[in-house]
């Protein structure tokens, strides 16, 4: 058996490496000019990307809409029901001479004054999440409720009853507005 001799075998490889390397260049082309995108597909491109991120802006405004209705409804009938029944203890109160109305009248006061903050916070948290319509009548009941709890403040055994009753009216005209625009659950 005949043993390779390590310096043929460098050799060998050197000259095998010489030989591809000068096939390799040899093949190799340059070519001049500048590139330039196809304009056809760059212009299908950004057409396909601005597509896909209004899609994307769309989709995120659809759920914070979603999230900001579903919130400001699912705590609205709770927040605005504990204003009307403290109201209605106090009108309760007043029809049957109680002897803690004044207790009652300013309990409803400050309960229909808490739930006007309480909704009005909800609508600003939801930062234009909510849609114009709903916003409004929100904000209808807000400032029905707080006149109420104003005309509330003022009564007494001897103040005419009208002025309350209209703000009553006005407020749960805006509480059902609310509730039918809300979604029914």
Do not use: I
Request: charged share 20%; proline share 4%; hydrophobic share 40%.
């Amino acid at each position: 058996m005949k043993v390779l001799d390590p310096r043929r075998f460098g050799l060998v490889c050197a000259a095998a490496a010489v030989v591809a390397g000068l096939t390799v260049a040899g093949c190799a082309e340059t070519l001049e000019g500048t590139a330039t995108p196809n304009a056809a597909e760059l212009s299908s491109y950004k057409t396909e990307a601005a597509a896909s991120s209004a899609a994307a802006t769309s989709s995120r405004r659809a759920a914070a809409q979603a999230q900001a209705v579903s919130e400001n409804c699912a705590q609205f009938p709770t927040t605005s029901g504990l204003g009307v029944k403290a109201y209605n203890d106090f009108v309760d109160a007043h029809d049957s001479n109680a002897p803690d109305y004044a207790a009652k009248r300013d309990a409803a006061s400050t309960t229909l004054e808490d739930a006007a903050t309480k909704v009005e916070a909800g609508v600003t948290a939801a930062a234009g999440a909510l849609p114009d319509d709903l916003a409004a009548k929100f904000s209808e009941y807000v400032t029905a409720a707080r006149a109420l709890a104003a005309e509330t403040r003022r009564m007494t055994y001897t103040a005419q009853v009208g002025p309350l009753n209209d703000a009553s009216k006005r407020v749960n005209d805006a509480r059902n507005a609310v509730r039918e625009t809300c979604p029914k659950r």
